[in-house]
C-alpha cells in the first residue's frame, strides 16, 4: 500500500489534470493555450507539476513508481488536451473559411483605359508622318517676346496681329504667341542650316465663338536648305496629304499673304468624302460643301526678312513653310462638325477616338 503522503500527491496529480482540462476550455488562442501549458509543466519554479515532483525525493523508494506514473498520466493527459484543443481550433478556422461565401472564381472587375485625346492623336500622326521625311519635332516655350513672335517674322508694328484686340498681352511686355513660328526663329538662330522641323504646340488669340477658341494647337513646318524651291513645297503638301487624308488626293495652292512668306499661299486638298467630284449621291458634297476642295492650312516661302533677321543670308538659302490647325486636321479626319467638342471633356466623345 503506498503511503498516505503518496497517496495525496497521487490525487494532486490528477486534481492538476483536470484543473488544467477545465482551464484550457476557456482559451482560444494558441499563445494563451501554449502559456498555460508552460505553467502546468514548465522546468524548475515555473511549473506546478515539477513543484509537485519536488515532494518525489522526500518519499519512501516503494511509493515512487506509483507516484511517478501518476506524474506521467498527468503530464500526458495535459499535453493531450493542449493538442486536440489546438486541433480543434485549427479546424474551426478552416471551417470558417470555407464557409465565406465570396466567390474568387467570378471575373475580375475589368479596368477601364482611357484614350488619347483626339488633338493629340492628330498630331502625333502628323508627326510620323514628318518624321518619316527626315524632319525633326520641336517645341518651345507659350509666353514669347514680340520680337521672336512679329519682329523676326517681317510682322510689322502696325500689323492688325500686333493689336491688344488680337493678341494676349501678359505681364512684363511679354505675350502669350500667336502661332509656334518663334520655335522656328529661335531653331534657326541655334544652328546653320540646313533646318528640317515641324512645331507642334498651343497657340493663342483673342477669338471666341463658335468657331474659334482662344488656345488652339497648331503645327508649322519648316524646310531651309541651298536651293530649295516652290516645287519641293507642293511635294511635300502632296506626300502630306496622301498619307494623312488618302492616297489619290490632289493639292491646291491658292495666291494668298502672309508677312513671313514671298510668294503665299492657301492650301487646299482635295475633299477626301467626294474625292474632289464635289458631288456625292448627286447631291453638293456636305464636307467641300460642293467645292470639292477643303482647305487645310496656309504656305509659302520664307520671307528673305526672316533670313536676314536670324542671320541667314538669302542669297545663299531659300526655304519653305506651312502651317495648320490641329483642330480642323481632326474635325476633317474624324467628321467632328462643332470645334468644341474638343475641350468640352465629355468622355462620351473623346472615348470615340483611338
Ligand atoms: C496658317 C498659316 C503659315 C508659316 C505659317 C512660317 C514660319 C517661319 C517663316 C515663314 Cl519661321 N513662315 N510659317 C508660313 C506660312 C503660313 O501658317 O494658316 N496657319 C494655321
Known sequence: ???????????????????????????????????????????????????????????????????????????????AAVDERLRALEQAALAADLARTLDVTLPARGRRLGTLHPLTLVRREIEEIFLGLGFEVRTGPWIETEWYNF?????????????????????????????????????????????????????????????????FPQMECLLVDEGVSFADLKGTLLHFVHRFFGPKLGVRLRPSYFPFT?????????????????????????LCKGSGWIEIGGSGMVHPNVFRAVGYDPKVVSGF???????????????????????ENDVRFLGQFR
Do not use: W
Open 1 to 79: 500500500m503506498p503511503s498516505a503522503d503518496a497517496i495525496a500527491i497521487i490525487a494532486e496529480l490528477d486534481r492538476l489534470a483536470a484543473e488544467f482540462g477545465s482551464e484550457l476550455g476557456g482559451l482560444a488562442a494558441e499563445q494563451e493555450i501554449r502559456a498555460a501549458q508552460a505553467r502546468y509543466l514548465g522546468k524548475g519554479k515555473s511549473g506546478r507539476l515539477s513543484e509537485l515532483m519536488k515532494a518525489l525525493g522526500r518519499l519512501p523508494a516503494a511509493d515512487r513508481p506509483a507516484v511517478g506514473e501518476a506524474a506521467n498520466r498527468a503530464k500526458g493527459s495535459i499535453e
Open 151 to 215: 519682329d523676326a517674322l517681317n510682322t510689322p508694328s502696325d500689323h492688325p496681329a500686333r493689336d491688344m484686340q488680337d493678341t494676349f498681352f501678359v505681364e512684363g511686355g511679354r505675350i502669350l504667341r500667336s502661332h509656334t513660328s518663334p520655335v522656328q526663329i529661335r531653331t534657326m538662330m541655334a544652328a546653320p542650316p540646313p533646318v528640317r522641323i515641324v512645331a507642334p504646340g498651343n497657340v493663342f488669340r483673342r477669338d471666341d465663338d463658335a468657331t474659334h477658341t482662344p488656345m
Open 262 to 286: 514671298e510668294p503665299s499661299a492657301e492650301v487646299d486638298a482635295a475633299c477626301y468624302l467626294c474625292e474632289g467630284a464635289g458631288l456625292s449621291n448627286g447631291r453638293a458634297c456636305r
Open 321 to 343: 513653310a506651312f502651317g495648320m490647325g490641329l483642330s480642323r486636321m481632326a474635325m476633317l479626319k474624324y467628321g467632328v462638325d462643332d470645334l468644341r467638342a474638343f475641350y
